[in-house]
């Protein structure tokens, strides 16, 4: 396809200062010296102008490549939507690979695994991160038929994996992402549980117990239940599970891992079931997928959705505005399928099948700021549960636009969709949550559906880059009750929040609540407010103070199943020496 001619009447995109190391050290081109050579301006121009020469294609298009160029243009520097950092990283530079997520397949042959450590660093080079299912693995001292040997587990073949992608940066950015799921009923289970019990092991690789119903029923009941072996489909021993459950707390609780994933929840959502279960997410938790599928996902900065009542009070989300960024998020991100181009023939196919999609949101916590709602509070959980069902409900209207002009997601007639007539879709899925961890900075936002991790704060960003933040929203409400002075600002920077800070009004220590500030379970309502109207998952964390009990986290596991959560992960302040990426630092 030719390049579209930049227009001269582009405006340049006002870029923070957060946001402009990090595009020039990730996303803008460089020559063979690292000198960057790209501006900002022709980062996103590049990217926006790539996306929306794919609508050339169709015929029964709606709107003009140069049009829409302008709108994508718009869309990012107005930061009310950013495509995932593939996305922005690579469109238009020939190298194409432009999704944040895969899984993998690991079938239970050397020829099979080593397929799949070569598959997952050709992923990683082109800057996508992996998930892995390691349940079909044989157990750990089982025979091996060809040569008479013993197995030697999952777990050492983790390992390799790990290995292999401590020596693979992403496109010389970030070093790979992988997941790791174990089924609960695998009979090396207990091993798994425990694998990253020292710091810095598996360093590569975020772990998740793949828990079932029938797993869940027998913690319920305190019974045992039963461990499979996947080579041969019988029963080879069983355990009690309300102790699996027990050392799976208390190694959450010392380290944050292992997370967990609900399987049969997950395949319930599945809405292509006839293509297989549904194994494994991608490295953060948001997006589950059937083996060799990808995902692109794009987060909407609802922090720009706000809208200032008539009154200069009324505060009220801007819904007409949300509903435009979601169509026209929602034509870029199928746009990113079409341009992408994978590494490998079969994921190819899969994505070409099923065409998911995932758009979330970013900025949640500074649209609660704006409307002055207390994240921890059950009038923001409502809240939560309002916008996500109109971001669902008008990405599959623009999904269903999408089918009518391009047609309908080729596996549509075999899915759940087709099978109840409901659709058609250009997208098997279209919303997923992500971290946004990097997003988040280039957008100037709080980041997914997090709440503040500190209202002001020094954030140390890939070697020596120093960055100091405050949150703008914060900062303009202390100065509307006057209460702002720098002297106040490096207070608050030394402890990040203003909990505790008794001359300060008291609606703002409402209202400006941070992570350390909420108790757990407001996190996981948030979670499973958000979840609700998700059709793939949530990338969230609970965070814990230090002083957190395991009774705390068994309690927030639990409460986690019963809430409809599709799986959770934990930390507990201060439990973990180095955290597990996503968090925007380097490597
Ligand atoms: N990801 C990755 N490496 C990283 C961070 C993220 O491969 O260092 C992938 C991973 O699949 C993750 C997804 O990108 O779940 C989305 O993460 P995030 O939203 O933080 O990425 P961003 O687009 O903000 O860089």
């Not at 530079?93 to 450590?117: H, K, M, N, R």
């Not at 390992?159 to 174990?182: D, S, V, Y």
């Not at 695998?186 to 598996?202: C, N, Q, S, V």
């Not at 996981?524 to 407010?529: C, E, F, I, T, V």
Request: contains cysteine; charged residues 25%; glycine residues 8%.
């Amino acid at each position: 396809m030719s390049k579209m001619k930049m227009p001269t009447n582009l405006p340049d995109p006002i870029i923070n200062e957060n946001a402009k190391i990090v595009l020039a050290r990730r996303y803008q081109k460089k020559d063979t010296e690292g000198t960057v050579y790209e501006t900002a301006k022709e980062l996103f121009w590049r990217v926006a102008s790539s996306i929306a020469a794919e609508e050339a294609k169709y015929d029964r298009s709606t709107v003009k490549p140069a049009a829409l160029a302008r709108d994508f243009y718009d869309l990012m520097t107005s930061y009310s939507f950013l495509p995932n950092s593939p996305t922005l990283m690579n469109a238009g530079t020939g190298l194409g690979q432009l999704a944040a997520c895969f899984v993998l397949p690991v079938g239970d042959s050397i020829e099979d695994i080593f397929d799949a450590v070569k598959h997952a660093a050709m992923i990683h080079k082109s800057g996508g991160g992996t998930g892995f299912s390691f349940s079909r693995l044989r157990a750990k001292d089982s025979v091996v038929g060809s040569t008479g040997g013993v197995a030697s587990g999952p777990l050492s073949f983790l390992r390799i994996f790990n290995c292999a992608t401590e020596q693979i940066k992403q496109g010389g950015t970030r070093r790979g992402a992988n997941m790791g799921i174990l089924r609960v009923d695998h009979p090396d289970i207990l091993e798994f549980i425990k694998a990253k019990e020292r710091d810095g092991e598996l360093n590569n690789f975020n772990l998740s117990i793949g828990l079932t119903e029938a797993f869940m029923r027998a913690v319920e009941k305190n019974e045992d239940y039963d461990l499979v072996a996947p080579n041969s489909a019988t029963v080879i021993g069983s355990l009690n599970a309300r102790e699996v459950f027990n050392i799976l707390v208390q190694k959450a609780w010392e380290s944050g891992d292992p997370g967990i994933v609900f399987l049969d929840r997950i395949n319930r959502d599945n809405p292509t079931p006839t293509q297989g279960d549904i194994e494994s997410t991608n490295p953060c938790g948001e997006q589950p997928l059937l083996p060799y599928e990808a995902c692109n996902l794009g987060s909407i900065n609802l922090g720009n959705c706000y809208a200032r009542g008539h009154n200069g009070k009324d505060s009220e989300i801007d819904w007409d505005e949300l509903r435009r960024i979601v169509h026209l998020s929602v034509r870029f991100l199928d746009n990113v399928i079409d341009a992408s181009v994978y590494p490998l023939p079969q994921i190819t196919e899969m994505v070409g099948k099923n065409r998911k999609i995932g758009l979330g949101v970013m900025g949640w916590a500074d649209l609660l700021y704006q409307l002055r709602v207390p994240y921890n509070s059950q009038t923001a959980v409502d809240l939560a549960e309002r916008v996500m069902k109109f971001v669902r409900d008008e990405a599959r209207s623009a999904s269903k636009q999408l089918a009518a002009e391009r047609g309908p997601f080729p596996a549509y007639a075999e899915s759940v969709f087709g099978e109840a007539n409901l659709g058609p879709y250009r997208n098997a899925t279209t919303t997923t949550i992500a971290p946004t961890g990097t997003l988040s900075i280039i957008g100037g936002c709080s980041s997914g559906v997090e709440p503040l991790f500190a209202l002001s704060f020094v954030r140390n960003v890939m070697d020596n880059d120093k960055l100091v933040e405050s949150n703008p929203f914060f900062e303009a409400a202390l100065k509307e009750a006057d209460a702002h002075s720098p002297k106040l600002m490096e207070e608050i920077a030394k402890v990040g929040t203003i909990r505790k800070m008794d001359h300060l009004p008291e609606e703002l220590r409402r209202v400006f609540v941070t992570a350390m500030d909420i108790e757990p379970i407001w996190h996981l309502k948030m979670q499973a407010s958000f979840q609700k109207y998700t059709d793939n998952a949530v990338s969230k964390t609970v965070n814990l103070p230090n002083s957190a009990t395991k009774e705390e986290i068994w309690d927030i596991y639990w409460k986690a199943y019963e809430y409809g959560c599709k799986g959770v992960t934990v930390y507990r302040d201060g439990s973990k020496t180095s955290q597990v990426l996503c968090t925007g630092d380097g490597d």
